[in-house]
């Protein structure tokens, strides 16, 4: 029994399922069925150093392979080797992992009779049809055209917005979004709006959001990522340094950015803090103002001047929205579409989220903690789960436990006579139930592990990046 060869990708997040694809397909054409590859996104510095040790050319190139074993006998599964791309330098990411894999796989098209590139572009073409069926798009007409084009490195800023629904011959857009603003404006209600389920978790508390938690919207030609970041803040704590990065991060890979203001406080440091990092990212942007529910006429116009004022590119659209109740947001949805690459989508259409589920749950029951706590304590409570039993019987038995720093929060946490963590426990089983559409029993404890905050491996292990 074998699971397959393993295939490290280290991107930069977002993570790039496309590439994976590629490199599956691509070991498959070339018969191996076991090994080891590593993947790594890099930049033009790091690709002409890499070129210059081993080739002995000065200049940046699209990819580099490194084979390590051969085809030959091997004690274990075959070290395949490393495939070193850089994104600025490749046309086509997809392209390029694929005949990255080939080079790996032994296949030289600089030796070959032709070989190597012919099958590279059959596993393109194959690629293409798959993901051209996984979409319910027209096959390609007659089959024999050429593969479309990845379109992460690709991006063509340039582009006229199309509204969503109007397909234009067989072409998608699709493309990363990321969700800046500060704290409490509402980004995860927004995310949720666009993606039509709870991806998100939402509270009337700043800092609700703790890692970068991606949606996915899919119409009937595009498809966004939204990745909905934690509100930036000044880091106190390797927690919210940690949540400070991955916001700028995330900034710098995505296609396109939308900064979220919130209509009822005025313009602030923390939005010209963020609206500064999304220029830096240069990356296009949209900029919305939220919450227009709770704002008269006059006011509404007062804050879509004051976010006119932001310092942003000038061809940055202002919506007034309201996340709560939905006004706004189809408007807005149109012009993010237009502000993402021609490209195939990057996730399957009918996932709501890349999250794993153990994560998704663990959300699920901290909102619940958020919701019932007060002061520093919805700051102080981290959630893990420690296993999901699928019952025969189809009830789905979750073990958890809720992190606290001290004894005085975790006995708030139980409450008299366990009260509260069972109030905890019954709130999120339903929103479990609801999610899993399952019978859930829920099994609660709370633990103390002081500073977890500042606990790297701690927060490794609760995939806080
Ligand atoms: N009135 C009104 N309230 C909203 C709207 N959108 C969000 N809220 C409320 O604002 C609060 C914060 O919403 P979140 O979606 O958690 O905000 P966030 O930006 O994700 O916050 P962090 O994760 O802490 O950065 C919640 O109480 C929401 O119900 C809106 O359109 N109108
Ligand atoms: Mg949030």
Not at 101 to 126: I, N, Y
Not at 157 to 165: D, L, S, V
Not at 249 to 272: I, K, W, Y
Request: net charge negative; hydrophobic share 40%.
């Amino acid at each position: 029994m074998t699971d397959g060869p393993e295939i490290e990708l280290e991107a930069p997040a977002p993570r790039r399922p496309g590439l994976l694809r590629a490199a599956r397909a691509a070991l498959a054409a070339a018969g191996v069925g076991e090994g080891h590859l590593a993947i790594a996104l890099v930049e033009a510095h790091d690709i002409a150093r890499l070129n210059h040790e081993h080739r002995g050319k000065e200049e940046p190139t699209d990819v580099l392979s490194f084979p390590v074993d051969g085809p030959g006998p091997t004690a274990g599964p075959r070290e395949l080797g490393d495939i070193v791309i850089c994104p600025e330098h490749t046309a086509d990411l997809e392209e390029a992992v694929v005949h990255g894999v080939l080079h790996l796989c032994g296949h030289d098209h600089e030796t070959d009779a032709g070989e190597m590139l012919a099958l590279q572009s059959r596993v393109l073409a194959e690629l293409a049809r798959s993901s051209a069926d996984h979409r319910g798009a027209p096959p390609a007409g007659g089959g024999g055209g050429p593969p479309p084009r990845g379109g992460w490195a690709a991006a063509d800023r340039t582009r006229r917005p199309r509204p969503p629904g109007q397909r234009r011959d067989a072409t998608t857009r699709a493309g990363f979004v990321a969700l800046a603003g500060r704290p409490n404006v509402g980004k995860s209600t927004l995310l949720n709006r666009i993606v039509g389920t709870k991806v998100a978790i939402v509270s009337p508390r700043p800092q609700t959001t703790r890692r970068a938690i991606r949606g996915i919207a899919t119409g009937e030609d595009w498809q966004l990522v939204l990745v909905d970041l934690p509100g930036s803040q000044r880091p106190r704590d390797a927690l919210t340094e940690r949540m400070q990065r991955r916001t700028e991060r995330e900034l710098r890979d995505s296609d396109a950015a939308l900064v979220l203001l919130n209509g009822e406080q005025a313009v602030g440091p923390g939005d010209r803090f963020i609206a500064a990092a999304v220029t830096a990212a240069r990356i296009p942007c949209v900029v919305a103002v939220n919450k227009v529910d709770a704002l008269d006429h006059p006011r509404t116009v007062a804050a879509l001047s004051a976010a006119a004022e932001l310092e942003l590119p000038p061809e940055a659209e202002i919506f007034p929205i309201s996340a709560r109740t939905g006004a706004g947001v189809q408007p807005l949805l149109e012009a993010l579409v237009g502000l993402v690459p021609e490209g195939p989508y990057l996730y399957p259409p009918e996932e709501p989220t890349d999250l794993p589920a153990e994560v998704r749950l663990a959300e699920l029951v901290r909102e619940q903690v958020l919701a019932r706590t007060r002061e520093e304590l919805p700051h102080a409570v981290e959630v893990e789960i420690d296993e999901i039993e699928d019952r025969p019987a189809g009830t789905l038995v979750v073990h958890a436990h809720l992190w606290a720093e001290s004894e005085s929060q975790k006995s708030i946490l139980v409450g008299r006579g366990g009260g509260m963590v069972r109030a905890i426990g019954t709130a999120a089983r339903g929103e479990i139930e609801t999610l899993t559409g399952r019978r859930v029993h829920l099994d609660l404890t709370v633990r103390v592990r002081r500073d977890w905050r500042r606990d790297e491996a701690l927060l490794d292990r609760l995939g806080i990046e």
